[in-house]
């Protein structure tokens, strides 16, 4: 088989989901709140009626006529995926071939570099080293060091939370001539984006996600956002029928249903911002600002923290194998309820 598999397939390691199932999920920044439950019925009832023996929308067209009236943009400057990991994919394998160079930073969500690696590119990373602030002038020089496909800027970023200044994403679209991606799979928790400026630049290409403040992790809805031109390329490389039938209609009535949405997106909010402070007066605790559902914090005693959730059944997001995040712990936000016992089991590891 080692003659077989491609070249970087070899030097991957698959990704590791833990299998452990804890009863308290601080790991994969999801929303808390099983929204579905207030909507079940609704989606019962339009379930019914499907015509499951033929393919759905293969566009999702009337998904995306509800995105475009909340973005106010053209449905033609939307395309929806399988969770944003497939446009993730897809923008790959549309811009960048063998050899050729993608830029991200570091840390970031580590699905760019995958990615660009199944597809045979080679990701280059520029360290985030000053309390992970995004280092804008690097990344424009290390892209025009060589020709570089694509930039990806994750805003915020996952998973230290930090923000990218929007003058700082113009400053590298401008002075590069690559792709720039900006992931805002958390946007929601801080409503500021760059969607507005897609049809000004051509290489602009926003990310989106309803897995996060939308609360529909398990329907797989990614979407993206981009000038038309640049969206005929990426509907070229998209797979047919991407996004299945019962997706698409639980992803339609949880858009039609935002008010719910957006009240629960305010208590997280709240939530987090207590959080914050409760970490804040702990002795031990490094807080990283956060504009997110997450919270990072460092600790000498993480690795204690870590164990000691875990023999408690919560789940929290450390980083072993990863340099810059040493001794660092990533925190989602939950319930109040959730977060208690967090704090509580935490005060007797640094109190
Ligand atoms: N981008 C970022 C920054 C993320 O954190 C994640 C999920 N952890 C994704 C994209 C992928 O989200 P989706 O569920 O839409 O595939």
Request: net charge neutral; hydrophobic share 40%.
């Amino acid at each position: 088989m080692k003659d077989l598999i491609k070249q970087n397939i070899g030097l991957l390691k698959p990704y590791v989901i833990p299998k452990e199932s804890m009863h308290t999920k601080l790991d994969a920044n999801e929303n808390p709140f099983n929204l579905f439950d207030e909507i079940k019925e609704k989606f019962i009832d339009e379930i019914m009626h499907l015509e499951l023996n033929r393919y759905p929308d293969t566009d999702s067209n009337e998904l995306r006529e509800l995105l475009a009236k909340f973005m106010d943009i053209k449905k033609e400057n939307i395309l929806c995926g399988n969770g944003s990991d497939e446009i993730i994919q897809i923008i790959i394998n549309t811009f960048v071939d063998k050899e050729e160079y993608v830029i991200t930073h570091n840390p970031t969500f580590s699905m760019y570099k995958i990615f660009t690696m199944i597809a045979g590119g080679r990701a280059l990373e520029v360290s985030c080293e000053n309390s992970f602030h995004i280092d804008i002038d690097q990344i424009i020089q290390e892209a025009n060091k060589r020709k570089t496909k694509v930039i990806f800027l994750c805003n915020p970023n996952n998973p230290t939370g930090i923000l990218i200044p929007r003058k700082g994403i113009e400053k590298i679209i401008n002075s590069t001539k690559s792709i720039v991606v900006v992931d805002e799979a958390y946007y929601e928790f801080l409503d500021e984006t760059i969607i507005d400026l897609v049809n000004q630049y051509e290489r602009l290409i926003v990310l989106r996600t309803l897995s996060k403040a939308y609360a529909l992790a398990g329907a797989r809805i990614g979407y993206a956002v981009a000038h038309e031109g640049t969206m005929e390329l990426l509907y070229r490389v998209k797979p047919p029928y991407n996004i299945n039938v019962f997706s698409q209609t639980i992803g339609k009535l949880f858009l039609q249903h935002s008010q719910l949405i957006d009240a629960h997106i305010q208590k997280i909010k709240k939530e987090r911002d207590d959080l914050v402070g409760a970490f804040y007066t702990m002795k031990d605790i490094e807080v990283f600002p956060t504009s997110s559902n997450f919270i990072l914090i460092k600790s000498r005693e993480a690795k204690k923290i870590i164990a000691l959730c875990k023999e408690n059944g919560i789940a929290v997001r450390g980083f072993e194998n990863e340099k810059l995040l040493q001794d660092c712990i990533r925190i989602t936000v939950g319930t109040r309820e959730e977060n208690r016992r967090l704090l509580d089991l935490m005060k007797k590891v640094v109190e």
